[in-house]
């Protein structure tokens, strides 16, 4: 049995609908923290478990009988860490096989804040005697979704990530990845470095923007403080403008940057290309 931790999210849902065409007679369950959201799951035949990480009571009887879960890590960042622990002490407790955790890319070694409560997840996971996978994940270049109405309105795609390659991959990329080690009898107490086969700057994401959407948009380079500024005058919240001014200044400095192509050997073929990601952002 494999249970799939906050699979009502954007990745849980890729990544069980990978599982079930990997593995159609894999018992699948997926833990939500509202089952009545999670119709469209239950359709498919998936076991539908309440789990939420603010709850530890909820989550043991939720991965109980789990050969393997995959631990989507929580969006509440600044608060995972307590979560997290909440999540493996109920793993410990439910006896599961492997913990398989969505962490991120050179997490021991990332300029990003955001590698902070990853790395110390994963200590916490490697302490527990639980054996582990990790996924390090690179960039999702849907994050790069919501900026693109304003860049085309305003003919400019602003950030503080100068001249830094981007080793960005399409959420479905990383959910393959996932389903491929939940699903294979994979190497445990191993990490994976996932990142997409190409780096980008922004400067080439605004130059196929251009071209693809049939009009000019130029990236604009600012500096973080000025950036986070610019993020807050456009109604993005504190935290959230924090975290993508220090993200783009850690890719300035190489922190989403990865050539090893782990992730197209592991899922068995090439990551987005940047001309297919741009176009499915524009839903052309």
Same mark, same amino acid.
């Given at each position: ?18 599982? #079930?065409?990997? &593995? ?8 939500? %923290? ?20 603010? %709850? ?18 929580? &969006? ?22 492997? @913990? ?9 070694? &990332? ?12 200590? #916490? ?10 996924? %390090? ?37 990383? *959910?393959?990845?996932? *389903?491929?080690? @939940?699903?294979?009898? &994979? ?43 610019? @993020? ?8 959230? *403008?924090?975290? #993508? ?6 890719? *300035? ?11 197209? %050997? ?15 952002? @524009?839903?052309?």
């Amino acid at each position: 049995m494999i249970v799939v931790t906050g699979a009502n999210g954007q990745l849980g849902k890729l990544v069980i609908k990978d599982l #079930l065409a990997r &593995s159609p007679g894999q018992k699948i369950v997926a833990m939500v %923290r509202s089952p009545e959201k999670a119709s469209d799951l239950a359709s498919l035949g998936v076991e539908i478990r309440m789990g939420n990480y603010d %709850r530890p009571e909820t989550l043991e009887p939720a991965m109980r009988g789990a050969k393997k879960v995959l631990l989507i890590s929580s &969006s509440a960042i600044g608060h995972r860490l307590p979560q997290h622990r909440a999540a493996i002490e109920a793993a410990t407790r439910a006896g599961v096989g492997a @913990l398989v955790y969505t962490s991120l890319l050179h997490a021991d070694r &990332s300029p990003l804040n955001l590698a902070e409560e990853h790395f110390a997840t994963e200590t #916490l996971i490697r302490d527990s005697g639980i054996p582990y996978i990790f996924l %390090r994940n690179g960039w999702y270049v849907e994050n790069y979704g919501g900026f693109i109405p304003s860049a085309l309105e305003h003919g400019a795609l602003i950030g503080c990530a100068g001249n830094g390659r981007i080793s960005w991959a399409a959420r479905a990329d990383y *959910a393959a990845a996932a *389903a491929v080690v @939940l699903t294979r009898e &994979s190497p445990l107490n191993v990490i994976h470095e996932l990142a997409g086969d190409t780096g980008h700057t922004l400067s080439e994401f605004a130059e196929e923007l251009s071209r693809q959407s049939g009009k000019q948009v130029r990236y604009v380079n600012m500096e973080k403080k000025a950036y986070i500024a610019a @993020l807050l005058g456009a109604g993005l919240p504190k935290p959230l *403008a924090d975290l #993508l001014g220090d993200s783009d200044a850690g890719a *300035a400095g190489g922190g989403l940057f990865d050539e090893g192509r782990e992730l197209s %050997r592991l899922i068995g073929r090439p990551t987005v290309s940047l001309k297919a990601a741009v176009s499915a952002l @524009l839903g052309t």
